[in-house]
């Protein structure tokens, strides 16, 4: 198959309406590109033929889109951030065996909606010099597909899960439809593989996009006060990104002051904050295509009461103490783990459980203690995966004093006990909800907290604060 697909893959070059591409520039980022190509091409059957599109452009209102946003599969492998994009990967080809195929120059369209990559620019950016008009795909796909024991690779070639059909399923369908015997297979999983092991370009990436959300982060302390609104911080925060040449937020930014801290994704921020709350903010920004994830919380004026105190310390504890865990062949689940040891013996220490051997913390914990980071902040990776350098995640254990929590458990005897036992306790702690997030990365010389540069400790904190 491999002379075949080369001469398919010449003889539609010829009815491409681009101009030739220009070499491919040498640098860093070319060159992390060129491989991360190579890998997934060795995780491929050589007959394989790995076929991925940009993402859709997505309507906000009527005739308004979204700001475009590439797919995270995508980018991964060509850093090209524009819609109407397809890549080809054939690793049974030994030469020329990345196809990049871009949208045609349109003048009209450029009027509208900005300029189009050129092929030379294209090139420059991705490190493929093989690059053709989107109008030729469709040839030469049939060339390629036609051939004897070709195989189809796309992602997830079925609905997504809000029932959307995908490019991708809608093309695998028609080509089986077409190409009699041809069979389809899914690359999610060689993807998700290789995104979760770090290369050393993505971690510099990483450790610059932590710098720039520590920043935000102390952006966002230095405008908190009582009597401000929510937003202030936000906007406090999102300005430091963008200054910095971030994209946006990585996600939603979450800043909730007093009762809105128990709330774990609050995005409203139109609170106005109180003297002697806390406030939880959650926020990073997105950094050429890389997001950490990093939560802090402060007293808005800056000072922990005790009971504010009392919870911090023991998710602050949870925290160190998950730390120590995430070594080398260690699991995500290992550090969830020890944060629920270690929150059980505090809650029942201050009289919010009366249980630690079962599930009565769950009532105040109430999410997983880490998640994989990278270019989604909640990125592709088995999470059953031991750890091993390269691997970027989060350790995040929060405790929620919401005191509708109890009123929402199941009406059984033993927790009709507990309740009565612990609401007067609930009553002290009422509206204190904190979360310590930071991003981490496991490197050959142990573990890196990326997010270092934020305070953390209750000391710290209060220092900060002071000293605004």
Sequence with gaps: MKRRLLSSLLIVAALAVLPSAAPARAGELQDDLAARRAAIMRQLAPDDVLVLWSAPERVFSRDVNYEFRQDSNFYYLTAIDQPDSILVLMPGVRERNAILFISPSDPTREHWNGHLLTAAEATTQSGITSILATTAFASFMDSVLAQPRARLMVLGPAPGLD??????????????????????????????????????????????????????????MKATHPGAWEYEVEAAIEYVFKKNGDFDWGYPSIVGSGPNATTLHYEKSTR????????????????????????????????????????????????????QVAKPGSRLADIHAKTVEVIK???????????????????????????????????????RRPLEPGMAFTIEPGIYIRESALDNLPKTPANEAFIARVRPVVQKYKDI???????????ETGLTRLSAAVP?????????????
């Design 163 to 220: 029932g959307e059909v995908s490019q991708e399923y809608r093309f695998a369908n028609k080509a089986r439809e077409r190409f009699l015997g041809l069979t389809v297979g899914d690359a999610a999983n060689i993807l998700a593989a290789a995104r979760q092991i770090k290369t050393a370009y993505e971690r510099k990436l990483l450790q610059e996009s932590a710098d720039i959300s520590s920043e935000a982060h102390k952006a966002g």
């Design 456 to 468: 953390r400790t209750v000391d710290e904190i209060e220092a900060f604060m002071k000293a605004r």
């Design 433 to 443: 909800g904190v979360r310590i997030e930071d991003s981490f990365l496991l490197t």
């Design 272 to 323: 106005q904050m109180k003297d002697g709350e806390l406030l939880l903010v959650d926020a990073a920004g997105l950094y050429k295509y890389m997001t950490v994830d990093i939560t802090r919380t402060y007293p808005v004026n800056g000072h922990f009461t005790k009971a504010q105190r009392d919870i911090y310390e023991i998710v602050l504890q949870a925290q160190e103490e998950g730390m």
């Design 345 to 383: 013996q505090g809650l029942l220490k201050l009289g919010l459980i009366t249980d630690a051997t079962g599930d009565q913390y769950r009532t105040w914990y109430t999410h997983s203690s880490s998640h994989w980071i990278g270019i989604d902040v909640h990125d592709v990776g088995d999470n």
